[in-house]
């Protein structure tokens, strides 16, 4: 209360004050739905229109009045809650007779009940924005500790290179920023007010535009109203599921990396037990299950399924239909932030066993182009000879059962002198030292030994858990700005309508 009290930006008395929290429906149990926001836009039609004259002082009084009793008995259990303009206006009637309907001059269905469905959004897309900024702090936080964990990677399903895991992670964290991005992008769309834009072309009642955005919490008006109750709400959805796809296909993926572990007899990254985070096979005792997984993938197939409905409902019709406006949003963005949430409590349930990831990268051979590279950038042996060099020792290891570890320096050698026999423009001996040698079958020195920017090495990985942190703070600050923004304007709205009444 004093928080919202300060954010008024001036002091109410007690009793008005608490009127203000009254009208608002600032609690727990606030239903901010259709219902609430036909109730705001009729309080801010009131207050504006006495304003500028377009009501008597005794009509935005009376109006005030009636409004008040509206929304009273839809807040009781057994109340009526319309949510269409047409089942809302006659209990204003009802409440304070036909003349209340001075306040539908200049108004219709059309732009009333997109700027609800946009300040429906509006408010769905800072709930997303705020899990997805807790979901991307669990990630970062997870970087953070996995800094010196060494793992495989793989291109094409095949075990590829080492990698350090934070370095993987944080390659998610950018990804999630730039849907994050989207969101932002997006929200500055949808946070314009189409009130005023009547059906389509305006309106001979000059409704004050720029104040119905303020006290609605616009950031500004959709300028063209043919754009604003036609085009636009059309488009929406559209931009809505670019966004839930590519959110659901990053969490997707990654959940995938994580349910190949569960195909290993010894996984080095899977979920704790307990806590529902996985569960008992009925049949098999050996089993646990990745529960929490198999429902955040199934989410994310649902998702994408969800965010193509748009486009097809838009398809092939033209501006001003019904099948496409804002259709479809409400769910969408709601099983979105279900997904995210889902995602963050993955996160958090993952155990990591950095040993044996390092050990399966000893059994296999994805260090191999590291001696490709060293003998090109210390000794000029053109990169594809030394490519095929280090081919021939992996054929010639998986043939033989011979791991990095089991494999001598000197049949590395005699390889070597095999290809050199041919080539005469090659040195006649492997120009590598054996400790040399070592050093590029070792996945952490590899990792460590990286010198490009936005590598795995410790200083670049450091700089980027610091860009990652200072990014995260700038996306909480403009969900926390943005919100501010509407729970400010929404306070002042109630401010002046409980100065009507």
Known sequence: ?????????????????????????????????????????????????????????????????????????GDRSDGARPTLVITFEPLLIQAAGPEITKLHAGRSSQDMLTTVSLAMQREQLL??????????????????????????????????????????????????????????????????????????????????????????????????TYDAGQVFPQEAPLEMGGISSSIAIHIGGFIEEIMQQYAQPR?????????????????????????????????????????????????????????GRLRGTDKLTKQTISVVKQFNRILNALEVKPERALEELNLDWTCSQEIADVLMRKYEVPFRTGHHFASEIV??????????????????????????????????????????????????????????KGGPQPEELQLMLREADKHLTKQEEWQAKAKSKVDKAEAELNQRFQELL
């Open 1 to 73: 209360m004093r928080k919202l009290a300060f954010s008024l930006g001036k002091t109410l008395s007690v009793a008005a004050f608490a009127a203000v929290i009254a009208l608002t429906g600032i609690t727990e149990a606030a239903k901010r739905d259709n219902f609430f926001w036909l109730g705001q836009i009729n309080k801010a039609t009131a207050v504006i229109n006495t304003e500028e004259k377009l009501l008597t002082t005794d009509q935005g009084h009376r109006f005030a009045h009636g409004i008040k009793a509206v929304l009273e008995q």
């Open 127 to 224: 709930d997303l924005a705020q899990e997805l900024n807790i979901m991307q702090r669990s990630l970062v936080a997870l970087a953070q500790k996995n800094q010196d964990t060494v793992l495989p990677n793989y291109t094409n399903g095949v075990a590829a290179q080492p990698n350090s895991l934070a370095h993987y992670l944080l390659a998610y964290n950018d990804a999630f920023s730039r849907d994050m991005d989207r969101l932002q992008a997006y929200y500055a769309r949808v946070n314009r007010s189409p009130m005023g834009a009547c059906v389509l072309n305006g309106t001979g009642w000059p409704l004050n535009r720029d104040k119905m955005a303020h006290f609605l919490g616009f950031d500004g008006i959709a300028y063209n």
């Open 267 to 323: 996984p080095w990254i899977l979920l704790k037990e307990g806590n529902g985070n996985t569960y008992v096979s009925s049949a098999m005792p050996q089993k646990r299950n990745p529960g929490i997984l198999n429902r955040a993938r199934t989410d994310c197939s649902t998702l994408l399924g969800m965010a193509v409905e748009g486009s097809f409902r838009a398809h092939n019709i033209p501006a001003g239909m019904a099948d």
């Open 395 to 452: 054929t010639y290891a998986r043939q033989n059962n011979v791991t990095p570890a089991t494999f001598t320096y000197a049949e590395a050698c005699r390889i070597y002198a095999q290809l050199a026999a041919e080539d005469s423009s090659l040195p006649q001996r492997l120009p590598l030292k054996e400790s040399e040698f070592r050093s590029c079958l070792d996945p952490v020195a590899i990792v460590h030994n990286r010198a490009v």
